[in-house]
T-cell receptor
Framework: ETGVTQTPRHLVMGMTNKKSLKCEQH?????MYWYKQSAKKPLELMFV???????ENNSVPSRFSPECPNSSHLFLHLHTLQPEDSALYLCASSPRGRTGRYTTNEKLFFGSGTQLSVL | AQKVTQAQTEISVVEKEDVTLDCVYE???????LFWYKQPPSGELVFLIR??????QNEISGRYSWNFQKSTSSFNFTITASQVVDSAVYFC????????????FGTGTRLKVLA
């Protein structure tokens, strides 16, 4: 148990559906991340929020829309996805500082991921 | 540009064998951090170790040991007397010291330990 919880664990959706992935951390961390894990590829950073402010947006298509209402919750809203978006989506958190001021390079705490299949 | 290479896609060993997972990195920074994470079948990546670029001491933690060599830009991970529970995907990662939230991950090495 890493203290980071992701729901749902599995999601199958059609290309015209709208769905959301949820992440919750109980560690008091102030930075949260979305990563995409595809087979035989490095983990791909999608978004980073530090103290509820988006500090990194790694050229992700607009069909992925993140939301961070508070430092404990992170969402990834999905709409009109493509089959190539099928992957494991991992949420992580870390005790980071404010935007641009300081990075501690602390370890990341990951959730178990949402295995997404787009049909 | 920063890059992490894990050339071993998959390794299979028999229980109690020793196994070394290779990690080679590229960076122009003088200060950086290296990490190893384990991803068991349950999916979550679990932190194993962090090393900063100024600390080249090797580290041992139980059956795990890490060999950091700046001269060859390598940060290899050895499991001694492997066990079935060690079966997982192992990721090496690189991070800059400041100015970014990015971790650069390798593609991972899948380790299968057979009973």
């Amino acid at each position: 148990e890493t203290g980071v919880t992701q729901t749902p664990r599995h999601l199958v959706m059609g290309m015209t559906n709208k769905k959301s992935l949820k992440c919750e951390q109980h560690l008091g961390h102030n930075a949260m991340y979305w990563y995409k894990q595809s087979a035989k590829k490095p983990l791909e950073l999608m978004f980073v929020y530090s103290l509820e402010e988006r500090v990194e947006n790694n050229s992700v298509p607009s069909r992925f829309s993140p939301e961070c209402p508070n430092s404990s919750h992170l969402f990834l809203h999905l709409h009109t996805l493509q089959p190539e978006d099928s992957a494991l989506y991992l949420c992580a958190s870390s005790p980071r500082g404010r935007t641009g001021r300081y990075t501690t390079n602390e370890k990341l705490f990951f959730g178990s991921g949402t295995q997404l299949s787009v049909l | 540009a920063q890059k992490v290479t894990q050339a071993q896609t998959e390794i299979s060993v028999v229980e109690k064998e020793d196994v070394t997972l290779d990690c080679v990195y590229e960076t122009r920074d003088t200060t950086y951090y290296l990490f190893w994470y384990k991803q068991p079948p349950s999916g979550e990546l679990v932190f194993l170790i962090r090393r900063n670029s100024f600390d080249e001491q090797n580290e041992i933690s139980g059956r795990y040991s890490w060999n950091f060599q700046k001269s060859t830009s390598s940060f290899n991970f050895t499991i001694t007397a492997s066990q079935v529970v060690d079966s997982a995907v192992y990721f090496c990662a690189l991070s800059r010291a400041a100015g970014t939230y990015k971790y650069i991950f390798g593609t991972g090495t899948r380790l299968k330990v057979l009973a």
